[in-house]
């Protein structure tokens, strides 16, 4: 601070007061535009940089070796010279902060013989003690002897998140759907992983569907993506998005052949196009890129429950089961995906629900139920799913295979009127599968 004023000093004694003056009030009123028109430039390029100097200087260092000692993460060490023995205390050095505004992501080198679980144990204490709402854990990629501390000063979860904008290009990382508790939009990639949702009932698992449909929207038209909808509830939730749909079975009891053989038929019709890809692409590559001839296969499930567990024909039941385990097993590879939610996530229900590699829990019902679906441990590491309230619908946890700690995001909120305003007025184009279909006979 006192640099800065005596560099201001010595910046007038050169230039003169009124550059000086002049300069100053161009960048106050380029910042003020910034924080109006560009806010989340803003929080990255100004707010964060300048709260991470303060709360690195004054929260957390200043409390550092106190704050850790208290939570157990200090090791003491005894040492001893000729005639006099004491002791050494080895504090976790705090190598670095940064804060998004949101979120003050502490960076420590942990001491040997720690692990990350020992900080995991202690996330609620250092919350405390650093006035920070939640603590969460995270090892640090390639850094093994790192450990990151998020420490939550506000929650941007707590407002509706409106939907983000997409391209087609957006396929390739995966679409903007949520917002994550740093603050910061949260991408989902569909390509290579197959999605489980599951929510108690009102816990928004439709605006999960929906912010992943409005994303993949600009890839649905440039036809890399094919969208295969299966909504066992009488097509109440997917209805709306018919037009982005190749397929779309809601279950038909006149046609004498049974309500759910139409969604068999479907799950069947998908394993025939992965089957052929796999004789395709077989020794030219391990994943499947999405293109115009041979688009990425989303079969979209609103309750997976109806196929799997409430299944009155028997032989659809047999059916659908065979099929849906050889896409879950075989289909991500060959670009065929499944995307499912369900509100209850037991064995019974569900007897797949380890086969899907991304997955998300929204408000569940009870602490048991966040082991079934983000695999054990996740609940230590902070998915309290079960206390997310119910004023909070959209908010989960999501984990992906390979990387240990769940997140906590938002999804967007997705409204009839908005879905109706994206999707009108509805392409005129006949349907879409014949094309699918031809296009991957033909190649
Ligand atoms: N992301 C969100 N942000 C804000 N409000 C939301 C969000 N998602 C859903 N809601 C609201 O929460 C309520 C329940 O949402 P939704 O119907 O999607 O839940 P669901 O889990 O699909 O329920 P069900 O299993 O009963 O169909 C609705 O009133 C909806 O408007």
Redesign the pocket.
């Known amino acids: 601070m006192l640099g800065a004023v005596a560099g201001l000093v010595v910046l007038v004694e050169h230039v003169g007061a009124l550059p000086v003056g002049v300069g100053a009030g161009v960048m106050a009123a380029g910042l003020v535009s910034m924080r109006v028109w560009r806010p989340v430039w803003f929080r990255r390029l100004v707010g964060g940089p300048v709260s991470a100097v303060w709360r690195s200087g004054w929260v957390y260092r200043r409390r550092w070796s106190t704050a850790l000692e208290t939570a157990g993460l200090t090791v003491a060490s005894a040492s001893s010279t000729v005639g006099t023995s004491s002791q050494v205390r080895y504090v976790p050095p705090l190598l670095r902060v940064r804060s998004t505004g949101f979120v003050d992501r502490v960076r420590v080198r942990m001491l040997p013989g720690q692990t990350v679980d020992d900080y995991a144990e202690q996330a609620d204490r250092l919350a405390q003690t650093f006035g920070a709402q939640a603590c969460r854990v995270r090892s640090v990629a390639r850094r093994v002897h790192e450990v990151e501390l998020w420490l939550l000063t506000r929650d941007p979860l707590t407002r ?2 409106d939907p983000f904008a997409s391209t087609v290009a957006d396929l390739a990382v995966g679409p903007r759907v949520a917002l994550g508790e740093d603050g910061l939009p949260w991408r989902l990639r569909l390509i290579g992983s197959h999605l489980l949702v599951v ?1 108690a ?7 999960v569907l929906w912010s992943l449909l409005l994303g993949l929207q600009p890839a649905i038209e440039a036809r890399l993506v094919s969208v295969w909808a299966i909504d066992p509830k009488g097509g109440m ?1 997917l209805a709306f998005g018919a037009p982005l749909f190749d397929r779309f079975c809601h279950g038909d009891s006149s046609t004498g052949q049974g309500y759910e053989s139409g969604f068999a038929d479907l799950l069947e019709d998908a394993v025939e196009v992965m089957r052929s890809r796999q004789d395709r692409l077989r020794g030219i590559t391990r994943l499947h890129q999405p293109s115009p001839e041979g688009p990425l296969v989303v079969v979209l499930v609103d309750e997976l429950a109806a196929l799997t567990g409430w299944v009155l024909d028997r032989t659809a039941k047999k059916r659908i089961e065979t099929a849906l385990g050889l896409l879950l097993s075989q289909g991500r590879a060959v670009g065929v995906v499944v995307v499912g939610a369900v ?1 209850d996530p037991r064995k019974d229900v569900l007897p797949l629900r380890d086969l899907f590699p991304t997955r998300i829990a ?1 408000r569940l019902s009870e602490a048991e139920q966040v082991h079934l679906v983000l695999g054990p441990g996740a609940r230590d590491r902070g998915a309290e799913a079960d206390k997310i309230p119910d004023t909070l ?2 908010v989960g946890y999501v984990t992906v295979d390979g990387i240990a700690e769940p997140v906590r995001v ?4 997705v409204t009839d009127d908005l879905i109706a305003d994206r999707l009108a007025p509805a392409p005129s184009e006949g349907p879409r599968l014949e094309l699918l279909r031809s296009v991957e006979d033909a190649a």
């Open positions: 509706v998140v929510g009932t009102g816990s928004g698992k439709g605006s939730e509100q929204l619908p959209g938002r999804f967007s909120h």
